[in-house]
């Protein structure tokens, strides 16, 4: 009796361990089919991309003249978008890191506030602020100033969309600077400012040129707040997002052109970003 009850709580268990054993493997097994899954997902539509591209692309095609003001315009406003966003947002950026003051809150939101702002609405608000009926346009275009659908107002729009990639990236580069750095240079006699350029700095530095690359990239793929507030005008607006856009009611090599394009210059970018977030201190700074 007592043998025939141990040999079933024995059975018992193995049966769970068994069963147990088995979990990891099929765990294991759906993780990869969902890698796999996942993998596919995002790869076909750019492998088709370019299987699609293989059969009309030639060097022709680059030669176009919209494939030309398209690429020429995006990389000249956004290489201008990423310097007025640098100068402007790095000082804002540190004081947002190092300092409290009233308000605070409400400008962090103000920043953060066009990343969720749908793009289209973002180019209505830059239009009725800026427009030549707008609530500040009204008063600039009186004085012959006016913003809406000019280069200008891609760059204005590139801006208001991107600033965010840059600022949020730059506050936590500073925030992750620790103060003893800039303490032991104080105590040594550096100047506020000659500390910062040569101890924050530095040590920041991969992580501002990092937020400095998808500052550029967001504003070289802005479309929404750049067809409602500058317009889609070949040499002068037209982007290439827009570029894209209209050559798909068209030309499809051209716009086919335009997105290898832009492919290639998102690889770029995202192995520029993977090569400047990994932190390394200055060694001048470490010794």
């Given amino acids: 009796m007592v043998s025939s009850q141990f040999r079933q709580k024995l059975g018992t268990r193995l049966g769970k361990r068994r069963h147990t054993k088995y979990k990891p493997g099929i765990l294991r097994l759906g993780l990869g089919l969902l890698l796999i899954l996942v993998g596919a997902f995002l790869a076909l539509p750019v492998l088709s991309l370019f299987l699609k591209s293989y059969a009309g692309f030639s060097l022709q095609t680059l030669k176009d003249p919209m494939v030309v003001d398209a690429l020429s315009l995006s990389l000249f406003t956004s290489a201008f ?10 000082p804002i950026s ?13 400008i962090d939101s103000l920043i953060e506030l066009p990343v969720v702002m749908p793009p289209a609405v973002a180019g209505i608000a830059l239009l009725m602020a800026f427009g030549r009926m707008g609530v500040l346009g009204q008063y600039m275009n009186a004085w012959g ?15 208001f969309v991107s600033a965010p990639f840059y600022l949020r990236q730059a ?19 550096a100047t506020p400012v000659y500390a910062f350029f040569h101890v924050t700095m530095p040590i920041a530095l991969n992580g501002l ?79």
């Fill in 81 to 90: 978008t990423v310097v007025v966003v640098v100068l402007l947002g790095t």
């Fill in 94 to 106: 540190y004081v947002n890191s190092r300092f409290d003051y009233p308000g605070k809150e409400v």
């Fill in 145 to 159: 100033l006016s913003i809406a659908f000019t280069t200008l107002a891609v760059v204005v729009a590139q801006v």
């Fill in 171 to 189: 506050r936590i580069s500073f925030e992750d600077v620790d103060l003893v750095y800039e303490e032991a240079a104080r105590t040594l006699g």
């Fill in 209 to 287: 040129i990092s937020g400095a690359i998808m500052t550029f990239a967001r504003a070289l793929g802005e479309f929404g707040a750049t067809i409602m507030f500058a317009g889609n005008f070949q040499g002068r607006t037209q982007t290439m997002p827009l570029a894209i856009y209209t050559a798909m009611q068209g030309d499809l090599d051209v716009s086919l052109c335009l997105a290898l394009i832009l492919v290639a210059l998102s690889f770029v970018v995202i192995a520029l970003v993977k090569m400047f977030t990994r932190r390394r201190i200055p060694r001048h700074v470490r010794n």
